[in-house]
């Protein structure tokens, strides 16, 4: 009897990435309230631990294991009227090489202009996805879709926007063909697994794959050990967030980066 793929390698002992032979990219986020490391469950601001003090120690953390990519999320900004925390994204762009993508809060031209002064490689727009789409459509005409990644925080597959606080009547479906033709990333966050360790949103991932086969696929919420990330990779995903994960110890960082 021939072992599955995901089982023949997660038989190995002590698996990491490069074992696993997972390609996609793995990008550890960093949350941000009052300027400090947390990470919440469901989207639930009343459910927030906090993990670190500075960020920035966090994010040097990650370098240090071989890490090249995060996911940096201002919550202040999420629920606020714009960006807050952009001295953070600062100081981690100046005092690491992290190529960071920032999302929370980008709400105006003003915003967008002062994460990318910042040092931000990528901008991650969500909210404004769904609420502002003429305005998203000049950023990606002005920005282009290589700077730009839509994240579309869902809940039963309904996108939820201000701060993951209210849930409206659009698909994350409709919200993508709306972009159709501008959108190259796409950051999909099922708010139903985020911060439960509970496994990727698989079956999500894997109707968005079909539907919308050339789209660069981020994954959002849940993986909490190997496995998730070996099943992601087996749907053909472009990138994964991993956060719970690794502040819980979950997941090494060796075996994220390590060889």
């Not at 202040?76 to 090489?97: F, M, N, P, W, Y």
């Not at 919200?175 to 509970?198: A, N, P, R």
């Not at 968005?208 to 990330?229: C, N």
Request: aromatic content about 8%; overall charge positive.
């Amino acid at each position: 009897m021939v072992m599955p793929l995901e089982k023949a390698r997660l038989s190995k002992k002590n698996p990491t990435k490069a074992t696993l032979g997972i390609v996609l990219d793995i990008i550890p986020a960093i949350d941000i309230i009052n300027g400090k490391c947390v990470r919440l469950t469901k989207g639930n601001y009343s459910q927030c631990k906090i993990y670190a003090e500075d960020p920035l120690e966090v994010a040097l953390r990650f370098e240090a294991a071989g890490c090249r990519r995060l996911h940096l999320v201002d919550l202040d900004g999420a629920k606020s009227s714009g960006v807050i925390h952009e001295a953070v994204l600062a100081k981690i762009c100046r005092q690491t090489g992290l190529i960071v993508d920032f999302g929370g809060g980008v709400k105006s031209d003003t915003d967008i202009r002062k994460v990318f002064d910042a040092g931000a490689a990528f901008v991650c727009i969500g909210s404004l996805a769904q609420s502002a789409r003429e305005q998203v459509c000049q950023w990606l005409a002005r920005y282009g879709g290589e700077r730009l990644i839509i994240g579309a925080d869902v809940w039963n597959q309904k996108v939820c926007i201000n701060g993951w606080k209210k849930v409206t009547d659009t698909t994350v479906y409709q919200l993508v063909d709306f972009y159709e033709g501008q959108l190259k990333y796409l950051m999909c966050t099922d708010i139903t697994k985020d911060g439960t360790l509970e496994g990727a949103s698989l079956g999500l991932y894997r109707e968005l794959r079909k539907k919308y086969p050339v789209l660069k696929l981020i994954a959002s919420g849940g993986v909490s050990r190997m496995a998730d990330l070996a099943g992601l990779e087996e749907l053909g995903m472009y990138g994964a967030i991993v956060g719970k994960a690794i502040y819980e110890n979950r997941i090494k960082l060796e075996e994220l980066f390590g060889n």
